[in-house]
């Protein structure tokens, strides 16, 4: 049973323009969302991250946003760049520790130039 | 500050043996956590580790084992090797057990 699902393997996009990756989860009991993002042969690297009391967190090029009520969060990047391009993973956390993440399966984004 | 160190990066073992791997987290953080992610099950959670103490476990068999040390660095221990475990061990530290964690580069573990 998958808590946290990525439904998009993959997804390409030309670059200067939105790249919208998303992701849903099924525990309520989730009270923190992250995104990292990953290069092959490096451990993953946070991006953003929201509370469920949140429904939107903004830094720089990276927006997330929550719907608790459909169970689904978005990690909009404007505008994508060459570099942006990595495997995307949505995590989540419940009881207030960060320590026992539950990871999605990851979505690779390409940029193309 | 230098980021969370893990050694080896890589390493081969055969079915049945056990092997051990070393995590030093970043500076001042006293939380640190493992994870391993394979193609098929990508990331799963293994431990958690606090102040010496183990405060979560993840859903593996008992042949993996795991510990945090005084100085915050931690090892994990996998017994009787099998095929199935090869995959890339990845271990995050953070200050406290409710900040963000950060990742080390793994160590990548084949088992033939």
């Known amino acids: 049973d998958q808590q946290v699902k990525q439904n998009s393997p993959s997804l390409s996009v030309q670059e200067g323009r939105i790249s919208i990756l998303n992701c849903d989860y099924t525990n309520s009991m989730f009270d923190y969302f992250l995104w990292y993002k990953k290069y092959p042969a490096e451990g993953p690297t946070f991006l953003i991250s929201i509370s469920s009391i949140k429904d939107k967190n903004e830094d720089g090029r990276f927006t997330v946003f929550l719907n608790k009520s459909a169970k689904h969060l978005s990690l909009h990047i404007v505008p994508s760049q060459p570099g942006d391009s990595a495997v995307y993973f949505c995590?989540?956390?419940?009881?207030?520790?960060?320590?026992?993440?539950?990871f999605g399966k990851g979505t690779k984004l390409s940029v193309k130039p | 500050k230098a980021g969370v160190t893990q050694t080896p990066r890589y390493l081969i073992k055969t079915r049945g043996q056990q092997v051990t791997l070393s995590c030093s987290p970043i500076?001042?953080?006293?939380?640190v956590s493992w994870y391993q992610q394979t193609p098929g099950q990508g990331l799963q959670f293994l431990f958690e580790?606090?102040?010496?103490?183990?405060?979560n476990k993840g859903n593996f068999p008992g042949r993996f084992s795991g510990r945090q040390f005084s100085n915050s660095r931690s090892e994990m221990n996998v017994s009787t090797l099998e095929l199935g475990d090869s995959a890339l061990y990845l271990c995050a530290s953070s200050l406290t057990i409710q900040e963000t964690q950060y990742f080390g580069p793994g160590t990548r573990l084949l088992v033939l």
């Open positions: 995590a989540a956390s419940y009881g207030g520790s960060q320590g026992n993440l539950i």
């Open positions: 500076s001042g953080h006293r939380s």
């Open positions: 580790y606090f102040s010496e103490t183990q405060r």
